[in-house]
C-alpha cells in the first residue's frame, strides 16, 4: 500500500484514547465559494501536534455508566438513549411521520436517456400543523431491469434539473440571489451537476433517485421564517426555534424519509435496498437520516466533516466554534451552549455512525479537504466498529489509516481519496462496488 502522505502521518505525541476498546495514533459544497474564500476571518488548526487529546463517549455504555453486553441491550435500550442525546444536543427532535402522505405522478417516460431508463417525476404532499408540505421526486429506473431494482437515493443542491442533461425534468424552485428570493431555476443550471453519473449506475442495474434539499429547508440564517419546512411546525405564538428544535439538517433528513415513503409504493423499486447519499452537508444529513430511519438499507456520506462524521471533540480544520458563526441554523440551539466546553457535550459521531448499525455505512474524505478532517472521520468510523461487530457485522477491522485511494470495505468503509471536497467519479465507483457487496440480491 502507497504510504500516507507526511502531512497526514500521526505524531506519537498526539495518539487520541477513542474509547475503551480503542487506541488510535466542511463542509461547503461544490456550487459554494471556495473552502479558501470561506475560511477567511476563521482560525482552524491543521497541525496534528496541536489537535489535542479527548476521549469519544463510549457507545457501548448506558448513560448511567454500566456496559452494554448484548445486542438486545443495544436494541431495546441503548440505541435509543443515543438518539436521544443526538436530539436534544445536536440535530434537534424531529416530528414524527406524518399519518397521512399523498404522491402525484406527474410524468412516466419510458424511453428517458436514450432509451436507458424510465423517467418518474413524483411530488409528494405531506401535512404539517399549517398546511402542507410538498418536495419533488426524480426517479430513473433501467429499462432493462427484469424486476424491482435496489435505488441509490440522492439528495441534491441545486435542483432535480442540475444532476442531468434531460430536457424533460422540470426545473426546481430554488433560492437565488442576494437577499435570497425563491424563483425558477435558469435553464442554465441543467445539467450543470457534474457529480453524478446516472447513466453508469443504471448500466450497473440500479435505479437513481434525487430531490433537492431547498424543496425541504431553505439553507440560509433566518431561511425558516420565508417558507421552510420548520417554521411549520412552531406552536401557536412561537417565533423562534426551541432550544431542542430541529434545525435545517434535521428538515432534510426528514424530507429524505418522505422520499422513502413514496419508494416504499413504487413496485419498480425494491425498498429493502435503498441507499441514502449525500455530499458535505447533505453527507452530514444522510447520517442522521440513516440513524433516525432504518428503513434505509444503506448510508453513503461523501465528505461529511464537522457535524457528520468527524469528532466534535477534535480541534482539526472546522469545529464548533466556527460552525456556531457560520451554520447555527443546520443544528439545535442547544448545541451552541458546548461552545468552549466541547468536551462536555454528552454524545459524538462516532455514536451517530453506531446507530446505523447493523446496516453498511461508507464514509469518505479527500486529501485536500483538510477542513473536514479526514483523520477524525477516520477515527470516529473505528470507534464505532464495537457497535457493528456486537450486531455480528464488520467493523473497519483496523485502527491504521489507509493510504491514499485504498478503500476500506467491510459492514462499515472508508477511503481517503486524492483531490478536494467533492464527490468524483472515484468515489461512485467504490459506492457502486459496495452496494454490489450488500445490496446485490445473491
Known sequence: MKALPRSMRPRASTLLTISLFIALSFCFPAWTPSLGSMGQGVSANYDESKAGTFTLPDPLVFNDGKPVKTAHEWRQRRRAEILQLL????????????????????????????????RKQVTIYFPTPKSEAHEDLLIYIPTKAPKSVPM????????????TNDPGVKAANLWLGKPPAQQQAPERLRGTDKEFDIAKLLDRGYGFATLCYQDIEPDFKDGYKMGGLRQQFFPPGQTEPAPDGWGAIGAWAYGLSRAMDYLEKDK???????????????????????????????????????????????????????????????????????????????????????????????????????????????????AAGPVYQLLHAEGLGTDQMPALNQPIMHTIAFHIRAGKHAVTAFDWDQFLAFADLHLRAH
Not at 101 to 116: E, H, P, T, W, Y
Not at 347 to 353: G, N, T, W
Open 87 to 118: 436530539e436534544t444536543n445536536v440535530y434537534g427532535r424531529t416530528p414524527k411521520p406524518p399519518k397521512q402522505i399523498r404522491f402525484q405522478v406527474s410524468d412516466v417516460d419510458r424511453s428517458a436517456l436514450g432509451g436507458k431508463a424510465i
Open 152 to 163: 441509490i437515493l440522492d439528495i441534491n443542491f441545486s435542483g432535480n434539473q442540475s444532476v
Open 268 to 382: 419498480d423499486v425494491d425498498a429493502h435496498r435503498v441507499a441514502v447519499m449525500g455530499h458535505s452537508r447533505l453527507g452530514k444529513t444522510v447520517l442522521w437520516a440513516g440513524a433516525q430511519d432504518q428503513r434505509f438499507a444503506m448510508v453513503l456520506s461523501s465528505c461529511s466533516g464537522r457535524g457528520g462524521a468527524s469528532p466534535w471533540r477534535r480541534n482539526y480544520g472546522e469545529t464548533l466554534e466556527s460552525m456556531s458563526g457560520a451554520f447555527p441554523f443546520w443544528f439545535c440551539p442547544n448545541l451552541w451552549k458546548y461552545v468552549g466546553q466541547v468536551d462536555k457535550l454528552p454524545v459524538d459521531s462516532d455514536e451517530l455512525i453506531a446507530l446505523i448499525a447493523p446496516r453498511p455505512v461508507y464514509i469518505t474524505s479527500a486529501e485536500e479537504d483538510q477542513w473536514a478532517d479526514p483523520r477524525g472521520m477516520f477515527m470516529a468510523a473505528v
